[in-house]
């Protein structure tokens, strides 16, 4: 297979601007980001994570609507859902927690609703990816965040309560684990809802103690051979631990678990600047996905090598089509191509674009100073 032409800065530059485009033209009315247009087992959902990582990218470039929009959205839903919450908040605290099937879904309808379609549904990590989202955004423009105070408290008294439960990770797999990526989100929630300054005491205090459980661990049950591990009790690296080092400075970059974490990513999962979800993954083959190039990249950037940030971001730049549409991953390398044609006939072809590959694009771009808001202005509109 050839190497992709190398991208100068221009084609860069222009990518960014069709990947907020992309953000902003598919975003539905009522604020929520679809995963995907046409993939078929998306369409129609948008999910918690995925968005709120699409919804900073967004904030970051300048569309300060089209971010706060999502936000109003993920609010209502946390506000409808608020009776529910504080039962399970109640009964975690009693020694009686809920099953499963009754936690809150990871995705949702555009319209605010659980989906009828069999789901891997219980996931923790997209409610503290939320809240780190809304006070990444409010610290970035100065924004205000009374209007979704109410929602903020039941959030985080949420996630507070139930981070210790085991949960489907961030690829619906693996039910019966405690992710440390899923640990590392609900850990940034927290410490932007504590930043906030809007939690009742009783929240606040709840958070706070969560915060600091999980810090600990984050520090000691969740390393194995010096890096983060994939999930408490692993030795292996997942793809998406690159956005606690990274993105969401879970873990200081500069520290010697952060960068030996990066070392590992790198070493066992990246492959011609490529990175791999994981060792053995079998989705579509087990192919490369950009947006975990770009989350590792925003990790290297973090530790202060911005020419590995940009050797990663060129990378997952290449795997744009002729329009400028980028996928979930790509098949240049697999773990498994028997696997491939599996998951074609039960779901048809890769999903392009993958709205969240483009706002990873995006947010590194932006990062490494590639291109600023005011270069997207025009997009924007």
């Known amino acids: 297979m050839t190497t992709p032409t190398p991208l100068t800065d221009t084609d860069l530059q222009r990518l960014a601007v069709t990947s907020l485009r992309v953000i902003l033209t598919l975003q539905h009315s009522g604020g929520a980001y679809p995963a995907s247009p046409d993939f078929s087992a998306y369409v129609g959902y948008s999910w918690f994570r995925d968005g709120s990582f699409i919804a900073d990218a967004a904030s970051a470039a300048g569309a300060v609507d089209s971010a706060e929009r999502f936000h109003d959205w993920c609010a209502e839903i946390i506000r409808e859902r608020a009776a529910r919450i504080d039962e399970i ?23 605010g609703r659980e989906g009828t379609d069999e789901w891997w549904d219980f996931q923790l990590d997209g409610y503290g990816t939320w809240l780190w989202a809304l006070g990444a955004h409010a610290d970035r423009h100065g924004a205000g965040t009374a209007q979704w105070s109410d929602a903020i408290e039941l959030c985080a008294a949420y996630i507070a309560s ?19 990526s899923t640990l590392g989100c609900i850990a ?12 009742s005491p009783s929240t606040a205090h709840a958070a706070r103690t969560a915060e600091r459980e999980i810090s600990t661990i984050l520090e000691t049950g969740a390393v194995a051979d010096g890096h983060l591990s994939k999930w408490i009790g692993s030795s292996a690296v997942d793809g998406s631990l690159g956005a606690l080092v990274g993105v969401l400075g879970v873990v200081d970059a500069a520290s010697r678990i952060g960068a030996d974490t990066i070392t590992a990513l790198e070493h066992d999962l990246v492959r011609d600047a490529g990175s791999f979800r994981y060792l053995g993954d079998t989705f579509f083959g087990g192919g490369q996905w950009p947006l975990l190039s770009c989350m590792l990249g925003q990790a290297h950037l973090a530790a202060g090598d911005p020419t590995r940030a940009r050797e990663l971001l060129l990378w997952a730049a290449s795997t744009a089509d002729a329009e400028g549409m980028m996928p979930e991953q790509v098949d240049r390398h697999v773990n498994d191509a028997s696997f491939i044609d599996v998951w074609i006939d039960r779901w048809g072809p890769v999903a ?26 025009e997009a924007a509109r």
């Open 89 to 111: 908040v109640r009964r975690a605290d009693s020694g009686d927690p809920v099953p499963d099937q009754d936690m809150l879904a990871t995705r949702f309808t555009f319209d």
């Open 162 to 180: 139930s981070w210790r439960r085991p949960c489907f990770d961030w690829w619906e797999e693996h039910r019966d684990q405690v992710h440390v």
């Open 188 to 199: 940034a929630g927290l410490r932007a809802a504590l930043a906030l300054g809007t939690l």
């Open 352 to 377: 392009r674009p993958l709205v969240w590959s483009h706002a990873m694009f995006l947010r590194l771009a932006l990062d490494l100073g590639l291109v600023r808001p005011t270069d997207l202005a």
